[in-house]
């Protein structure tokens, strides 16, 4: 088997610097990234939940109004002499019992929705703090080529405005 190529060790005291620095950028990159995808994922789950409230507030609403046209329609087309009020009062019974549920699922959907939009807020959050990290790390990239202190600082400017970024989305 062939010898592997030796890995050439930085020498300059300056270049290892960078090089920690670019690492320890990548690390915060890869946890704010997490978060935000993290995020985006809880952000399409709490849509959908949403969605799927809307959807049953939906239905609640048609069978409602399908009991009261149907106590309504008992109530006019009822043959004279025939008592029908017990069926009729049950359908405006269950016509009410509908809209209560509504209500009910009116709150879970808005919360579902608010939630969605927080989870949202986050990734967008964490994409604009990977994308200061990521430009960082080019930065300090560059750095290393030219040798110039000036882009290591420019880099870790970056750098430092995506931690804080990503904190905060931490904090959301």
């Given at each position: 088997?062939?010898?592997a190529p030796e890995i050439p060790e930085a020498s300059d005291p300056f270049?290892?610097?960078?090089?920690?620095s670019i690492a320890m950028l990548a690390v915060a990159l890869s946890v704010i990234s997490n978060r935000g995808d993290n995020a985006k994922t809880d952000a399409?789950?709490?849509?959908?939940?949403?969605?799927?409230q809307w959807a049953?507030?939906?239905?609640?609403?048609i069978k409602g109004q399908l009991a009261q046209i149907h106590a309504d329609l008992?109530?006019?087309l009822a043959p004279a002499g025939?008592?029908?009020?017990?069926?009729?009062g049950r359908l405006r019974a269950e016509a009410l019992r509908y809209g209560e549920e509504k209500e009910e699922i009116k709150k879970k959907a808005e919360e579902a929705q608010k939630e969605a939009g927080k989870q949202s807020q986050v990734n967008?959050?964490?994409?604009?703090?990977?994308?200061?990290?990521?430009?960082?790390?080019?930065?300090?990239?560059?750095?290393?080529?030219?040798?110039?202190?000036m882009f290591w600082f420019a880099g870790?400017?970056?750098?430092?405005?995506g931690v804080a970024f990503g904190v905060t989305a931490f904090l959301m």
């Open positions: 088997m062939a010898d270049a290892k610097r960078v090089a920690i399409i789950i709490k849509t959908n939940e949403a969605s799927n049953y507030y939906q239905a609640k609403s008992l109530a006019q025939a008592d029908l009020t017990k069926d009729s967008d959050r964490c994409d604009l703090a990977s994308l200061l990290l990521q430009i960082g790390v080019v930065v300090c990239s560059v750095a290393i080529l030219s040798r110039w202190q870790l400017a970056l750098g430092a405005a």
